[in-house]
């Protein structure tokens, strides 16, 4: 029974992982954690800034489909 | 044993496959089960997937694990980051999933539920998922580039060039074409356009908070803000049943046409943050929620297939649009079996995300079987409402009437009876004035998905809730690719225009970002207001073009393709992206060809601007509508030079490519592959990009 339980929180833990950063919740963590942002540890953005940039880039190119 | 084992499964699986197939081809009854169609096309998906993709992956492509990929090697934390491929899947298929294999199948199925059922299938599983798969790969071996570079560097200089014009070209179609769609499903509906019209302040207030509040938390926003619409849906209703509201949110086709292309102006120009992106995170939401709230649906419903296996209108004299089955079953299905818009995806975000090659195969084929399992969803959809009622719905007042008896007794003298009561009965059912001659495919399919719904919650009680829904998802998403391709049309804008005055590239120079801006939305506005005010229905027009220029992109990247193999001296398994590409080529050109001079005025542009200018030197026109009239006139003859453009730039790179493949073949040209060189992976074997998360 705790061995299930275990297992559903393993599995609950890795399904809200992977949706955060699906939909983009987790982006800020994964660039503080990313080899770029830690190779150059001076420059970092905020939360508000990185949102900003990172919508800025996305959409100057094709990302949504017919 | 273990292989033995393997085998057997897989020989259960393909055999089962092909009795469904046998089952929907020659199935002659009454009605036939929906579940058919569901174990149909999951079978052949799997076994495409194990079998061909595999051999893909394998022989044509070599896959290789060890290579670093450019999300190793270029992590930036923003372009370049490394993914799960679970992730990377959902955002691929989030990008790629649009409303082309909603609204391309239901609109084929007046041609009966087969052509389209087969090419959905076959299509998908020999061209699009292989289109999508190679280029994917083709672009993560050259560090992310996109479809133009790779054409520019891999064919020729002017290949480049065409491909970047076939995509301004083919997003303007598209952004025309989408925005009929929305405004046929909204005329005349204010619970339809309440419900729309007020996604706009929400999303604007999600906006706010994601840039000020919370920066970047998109998922208690989403929440939030799916919570709000849906509760809008709902006082949608309200809205209606009061007669002061409703008056304000009863629109016109025009009116909403002129709507629609200053919501597209606002949201090119208006800051990203503000109104397009938060209007993607609703979307992302609701189009999951809807597309496997549909699946779901049909699995529990089983809902009975109405419409025949083939109807009389494959010999070309259907209402929905003219053509005969071949080219234009092809050309309407379009993206639910191969879109050359994939093409921008797969060399765009996802080859700088993918963790290892081999999940190129996942991504790029799975994304694109599942693509055109939702093509199979809408087609089920479409076909399970009676033949008569689809039709009601579907074909413009010049083919059927306004409405009534006389509309209703055309339909039935088609062989697919229908009394006019039935349609007043299922507008007052799903809350709509009248659902005669709403062209486009949305309200269709938002019927079909209405009844699905409410047989697996509600009943006939919210029917028209349901409807409403089915009809704001739809039209959600559509906006959501119309403000997004609107704001990527500027960007292409600006990039042409900066090559003679470099200030207007500049994209943070405001009256370059206003210009650019109206530069594109009048481009595509253009288009849709010659759809709206066409007498045969903007779609018998605009549908076919989006679907020639669509296939037409597809057949560019499988030029590509082809051209990287012959590099790669895989010339043995060229017939990969050689076959589909021939395929595409021949059913364009020939679309091309009948849609500019076929003599059927419902189908050749130049026929029908002969038709109209006879009309007028007969003096059979009035007066007062000679000027509009010449303004159809112009309209068919602009169509017919944009698709013979389209057809004439396709011909010219496909010449180049024969050139430069001739040049390689006969070893007069040395042959260059601009791959980024080799570089060992350092991640182990088993690393699958948890060491990004938090276990």
């Known amino acids: 029974m705790r061995h299930l339980s275990k297992t559903a929180a393993r599995l609950f833990r890795r399904f809200w992982r992977g949706l955060r950063?699906?939909?983009?919740?987790?982006?800020?963590?994964?660039?503080?954690?990313?080899?770029?942002?830690?190779?150059?540890?001076?420059?970092?953005?905020?939360?508000?800034?990185?949102?900003?940039?990172?919508?800025?880039?996305?959409y100057s190119k094709p990302n949504r489909c017919c | 044993m273990k292989r033995l084992f393997s085998i057997v499964i897989w020989l259960v699986v393909a055999l089962l496959g092909a009795g469904a197939f046998a089952k929907i081809a020659f199935d002659r009854g009454e009605s036939l089960n929906a579940t058919w169609f569901v174990v149909a096309a999951v079978c052949c998906y799997l076994v495409a997937y194990r079998l061909y993709s595999a051999f893909v992956a394998a022989k044509v492509l070599a896959l290789d694990d060890t290579r670093a990929t450019p999300s190793e090697r270029l992590d930036d934390g923003r372009d370049f980051v490394p993914t799960n491929k679970w992730v990377l899947f959902g955002h691929h298929f989030a990008a790629i999933a649009g409303p082309g294999p909603l609204v391309g199948p239901t609109l084929a199925a007046q041609f009966g539920y087969l052509p389209g059922t087969l090419w959905l299938i076959a299509g998908a599983a020999f061209a699009g998922c292989v289109q999508d798969f190679v280029i994917l790969f083709c672009s993560i071996r050259r560090d992310g580039k996109s479809i133009g570079q790779m054409a520019r560097e891999e064919v020729s200089e002017r290949g480049g060039f065409i491909a970047q014009l076939a995509v301004l070209a083919i997003m303007t179609i598209l952004l025309a074409v989408i925005g009929l769609v929305v405004v046929n499903a909204l005329k005349s509906s204010p619970w339809a356009t309440f419900t729309l019209a007020m996604t706009i302040p929400i999303a604007l207030l999600l906006g706010l908070y994601l840039r000020f509040v919370r920066p970047g938390r998109v998922l208690e926003a989403s929440v939030m803000g799916v919570a709000l619409v849906l509760f809008v849906v709902v006082a949608g209703q309200w809205v209606a049943d009061s007669p002061s509201w409703a008056r304000v949110f009863t629109l016109s086709g025009v009116a909403l046409a002129f709507a629609i292309i200053a919501y597209g102006f606002a949201a090119s120009a208006l800051p990203v943050w503000l109104l397009l992106a938060p209007r993607d995170y609703l979307s992302a939401f609701i189009k999951a929620g809807a597309i496997f709230s549909l699946a779901a649906g049909i699995l529990i419903v089983r809902p009975q297939v109405l419409m025949p296996p083939l109807t009389r209108f494959i010999d070309g004299t259907g209402p929905v649009f003219a053509g005969k089955i071949f080219p234009f079953c092809f050309i309407t299905i379009a993206c639910g079996?191969?879109?050359?818009?994939?093409?921008?995806?797969?060399?765009?975000?996802?080859?700088?995300?993918?963790?290892?090659?081999?999940?190129?195969?996942?991504?790029?084929?799975?994304?694109?079987?599942?693509?055109?399992?939702?093509?199979?969803?809408?087609?089920?959809?479409?076909?399970?409402?009676?033949?008569?009622?689809?039709?009601?719905?579907?074909?413009?007042?010049?083919?059927?009437?306004?409405?009534?008896?006389?509309?209703?007794?055309?339909?039935?003298?088609?062989?697919?009876?229908?009394?006019?009561?039935?349609?007043?009965?299922?507008?007052?059912?799903?809350?709509?004035?009248?659902?005669?001659?709403?062209?486009?495919?949305?309200?269709?399919?938002?019927?079909?998905?209405?009844?699905?719904?409410?047989?697996?919650?509600?009943?006939?009680?919210?029917?028209?809730?349901?409807?409403?829904?089915?009809?704001?998802?739809?039209?959600?998403?559509i906006l959501t690719v119309l403000d997004a391709g609107t704001r990527?049309?500027?960007?292409?804008?600006?990039?042409?225009?900066?090559?003679?005055?470099?200030?207007?590239?500049?994209?943070?120079?405001?009256?370059?970002?206003?210009?650019?801006?109206?530069?594109?939305?009048?481009?595509?506005?253009?288009?849709?207001?010659?759809?709206?005010?066409?007498?045969?229905?903007?779609?018998?027009?605009?549908?076919?073009?989006?679907?020639?220029?669509?296939?037409?992109?597809?057949?560019?990247?499988?030029?590509?393709?082809?051209?990287?193999?012959?590099?790669?001296?895989?010339?043995?398994?060229?017939?990969?992206?050689?076959?589909?590409?021939?395929?595409?080529?021949?059913?364009?050109?020939?679309?091309?060809?009948?849609?500019?001079?076929?003599?059927?005025?419902?189908?050749?542009?130049?026929?029908?601007?002969?038709?109209?200018?006879?009309?007028?030197?007969?003096?059979?026109?009035?007066?007062?509508?000679?000027?509009?009239?010449?303004?159809?006139?112009?309209?068919?003859?602009?169509?017919?030079?944009?698709?013979?453009?389209?057809?004439?730039?396709?011909?010219?790179?496909?010449?180049?490519?024969?050139?430069?493949?001739?040049?390689?073949?006969?070893?007069?040209?040395?042959?260059?592959?601009?791959?980024s060189p080799y570089v060992a992976t350092r991640w182990a074997a088993d690393y699958s990009g948890a060491a990004h998360g938090d276990d």
């Open chain 2, 337 to 477: 079996a191969i879109s050359g818009f994939h093409s921008l995806i797969s060399s765009g975000t996802t080859p700088k995300m993918i963790l290892r090659e081999s999940h190129a195969r996942f991504i790029g084929y799975g994304a694109m079987l599942l693509e055109s399992f939702v093509g199979v969803m809408a087609m089920v959809a479409a076909c399970a409402m009676p033949p008569g009622v689809y039709f009601a719905i579907n074909s413009p007042p010049s083919v059927v009437g306004n409405a009534g008896d006389a509309a209703a007794s055309t339909i039935s003298g088609w062989g697919y009876p229908l009394q006019a009561q039935t349609m007043t009965d299922l507008a007052h059912k799903v809350g709509e004035i009248t659902l005669w001659n709403r062209a486009g495919g949305a309200p269709s399919l938002a019927v079909g998905m209405a009844q699905i719904f409410s047989s697996t919650i509600g009943g006939e009680r919210l029917l028209s809730i349901w409807y409403h829904f089915a009809i704001m998802f739809e039209a959600l998403f």
């Open chain 1, 21 to 58: 950063e699906w939909c983009g919740d987790a982006a800020y963590e994964t660039y503080l954690r990313s080899n770029g942002k830690q190779a150059s540890p001076t420059c970092t953005l905020t939360p508000a800034e990185f949102y900003v940039e990172q919508l800025n880039r996305r």
């Open chain 2, 488 to 675: 990527v049309g500027r960007f292409m804008v600006q990039d042409l225009g900066g090559r003679f005055w470099k200030p207007f590239g500049r994209t943070r120079w405001m009256p370059g970002v206003l210009i650019s801006s109206a530069i594109i939305v009048a481009l595509w506005g253009y288009f849709l207001y010659q759809g709206v005010v066409d007498p045969l229905g903007g779609i018998n027009s605009l549908w076919p073009l989006f679907g020639i220029s669509n296939q037409l992109l597809a057949a560019v990247a499988l030029v590509v393709a082809t051209t990287i193999l012959m590099k790669m001296g895989k010339l043995r398994w060229i017939w990969v992206t050689l076959l589909p590409m021939a395929w595409l080529v021949i059913i364009t050109m020939t679309a091309s060809y009948q849609k500019i001079f076929d003599a059927n005025p419902r189908i050749g542009f130049l026929a029908y601007a002969k038709v109209l200018a006879a009309q007028i030197a007969a003096g059979r026109i009035p007066a007062e509508k000679v000027a509009e009239t010449q303004r159809l006139i112009f309209n068919q003859r602009l169509d017919a030079a944009v698709t013979g453009v389209l057809a004439a730039m396709i011909l010219v790179l496909i010449f180049e490519a024969l050139v430069h493949w001739y040049s390689i073949l006969s070893h007069r040209k040395e042959s260059v592959l601009h791959e």
